[in-house]
């Protein structure tokens, strides 16, 4: 059991009661970004594994009476299923457009006609520039992936890109962001704040809410989890965000599942 007093109880930076108010909570509600969340980045992104130890840890949590589990990442789909392997679990890719149900049940949101024109002609600009080899297609947008590229001239392509697909998104309904590793142009109206908005309200009333992530593109989802629970940043706490809690590293987020596994599913009685 994780008491909420015990000392191996990984410190969630800026929320000294997080542990107590874990214990008090009857119901529980974690989601979790995957890159730079639950495993280290890497230059080749399918080779970006979890930390050992965290597919056990999910599974475990996945089990638990008291905790209703999701994962919530920018990835397509299918590739988050392969890296993490099939939980029983909600699954999210592609920043809300692709979901896999704790049944296993498939649904995707498509681009509108629109989008999906202007998905094609942001994909012809980054090809007119020679940056194919480093795209990424997905339902709902394109990213150009710069981790494996020398610094100088992943900052070159980031500028460009962001540059050209950021006058290019606004006819579109179409949105350019930032993230770390790359630039992405996705389509308008679904992030992962939308998609943590609607499961946060199938969840209870009282339920202890969570939301875990370390990019640019987890704000939506430290945003909307704001006065409904806890969002909590992976990295150092002196990064703007709006999230409320710290963790340093993905590390951290290990011990802080473990934590969480250990604790007793036994709400704590209030005192009085």
Known sequence: MCDPTL???PEVAKVPDFWRRLNLSERKFLALDYDGTLAPFHPDPMQAFPLPEIPELLEKLS???DTTLAI???????EVLELL???AVVVVGSHGREVKKSDGSLTAIE???KQRTGLKAALHLAVQEGFEQHLEKK???IALHTRPLSPHRAAKLENIAFAKWSALAQHYDLECMEFNGGVEVRCTGRNKGNVLAELLDLQPSGTFSVY???DITDEDGFREIKGRGIGIKVGEPTTPTAAVGFLASCEEVRDFLRAWSLSDPTPVPHPG
């Open 7 to 9: 000392a191996d109880c």
């Open 63 to 65: 089990q638990r009476s």
């Open 72 to 78: 919530i990442s920018g990835r397509p789909l299918k």
């Open 85 to 87: 392997g099939d939980l």
């Open 111 to 113: 681009p509108t006609d």
């Open 139 to 141: 339902i709902g947008s």
């Open 212 to 214: 875990i992530g370390d």
